[in-house]
C-alpha cells in the first residue's frame, strides 16, 4: 500500500483520478479500525499553517495508529511536508469523499471544517471532537455561524469542543449551544515552540550592544490595509515615534508593502520583508526588541476576532522579544501582567506612541520586560503545556470518555 501510495503521488494528470478511485476503493477494503483517530483538516499538512502542524504532529506522535485526511492542495504541499516531516509522512492522505472513514474517534479543528465534514463522520458512525478557535467561519453574533454551531453541536455524534478563549466560552454557554460539561477550555494556541525557543545568548538589545531600537509589526493581510491587524495604527505610531527619536526602526513582515499605507515619511528606517515562514523568524526577531500589534475585533467582519496573543506574537515572545499588543475584549485575564510581562496598548497612536517612548528611554526596563514576557509565554505556551489536556481529551475520545465536567485553565 505504502509504494502505491507514493506511485499515486507521481501519477501524470489524465489518469490520477481513476488512480485516486481505485487507491480508495483498495484501502476501504483492507483498512481496519484498531482504535483510529482519523483528523480532518482543509490545510494541514501546508507548512504555512503553522500551529495546525505543530498540533497534528503531535497528536500523529503520540497516537500511533492515528491518520489524517487533507483537503489542501496536494501534490507539492505534501511534499514540502514529507520532506520536513518523513516520520508522519505515510499517515497523511489525500480526503476522498468515497473514502470509508473507519476509527474509533474523529478530531476536526475549525467551525468550517467540522461543518464541511459532519455528514461524512455521521455517516461513519464516528464521535467526534472539534477545537472552535477564532476564526475558521466562527463569528460572534452571526446567523450563518450560529446556525453551523447549532447543527454541529445538535450531532448525536458530538462529544466534547475544545475553545481557547474566555470569549468563545462565554458566548457557547450564553447562547446555549451546549453545556459546562461539553466545553474543554485550554487557553491559547499550539505553537512550534521548540523551534522558535531563542538560542542563549543569540540575542543582541538595545542600549546593551545596538544603538537602535528595532520595532516589528508581524501580520497576514486580510483586508485592505490590515485594519483588523492595525497596521494603520502601527504606522501611525511608528510616525509619530521616528519624529521624536530618529534611531528607532520598524519592520513589517507579512504581505504588505509601501503602497498599503503612505510611508515616504519613514523610508530611510523601515524595512518590508513580505510573507515568510516558521525557519524565517528565530534569527529575525533575535534582532526585534518589540512587537507591536495594535489588532481588533468586528473589522475584518460583524462578529470577526482575533486569539489573544495572536500566533505571531506567541512566536514573537518565545524568541525574546517585548509584546506591546491589544486586548479590545478583555481575553487576557491577568495571565500576563500588564507592565511586568506585556504592555496592554490602546489603539490611539498617539498613546502608543507615548508609551513605546518610556522604553525607548529605559533599555533596561524593556530587557526586563522581554525577559518575564518570554518566561511567561513558555509556561504559557510550552508544546507540552498546550497538547497535555488535547491529549487527555482524545484519549478519551478513543477509550471512553470521562463524565467529569469543565476543566482549563
Known sequence: MKAGMHRLRRAPSYCRSALDHASVVAENLLTRSN???I???????????????AEINAILNHFKTAVVYSKCAYRQVFAQYAACYPQFAERVRKFHPLRCLKGSGAYVIFLNNIFAHIEFLEKARLPFVFELYPGGGFYLNDAESD????????SSMFRKVIVTQNVTRDYLIGRKFCGTNEIEFIFGVVEASDALSEVPGRRVRYGAGKRFLDICFVANKYMPHGLDKGYDRFIAASRILHARYPEVRFHVVGD??????EVTDLRDCIIFYGHQFTPFFPEFYSRMDIILSPNAPFMFAPGAFDGFPTGCCIEAALCGVALFISDEL????????????VVIIPREPEHIADLLEEYVNDPEQLARLAENGQRAIRNL?????QMTPRLRL???LLFGMSTGGQTGS
Open 381 to 385: 505556551f510550552a508544546i507540552d503545556v
Open 256 to 261: 504588505f508593502t509601501e503602497e498599503d499605507l
Open 394 to 396: 482524545l484519549s478519551d
Open 39 to 53: 483528523i480532518i483538516d482543509d490545510f494541514f499538512p501546508s507548512l504555512a499553517t503553522t500551529f495546525r502542524v
Open 147 to 154: 446556525a453551523h454551531l447549532r447543527r454541529v453541536f445538535g
Open 35 to 37: 482504535e483510529r483517530l
Open 330 to 341: 478583555s481575553m487576557n485575564e491577568d495571565r500576563l501582567k500588564d507592565g511586568e510581562e
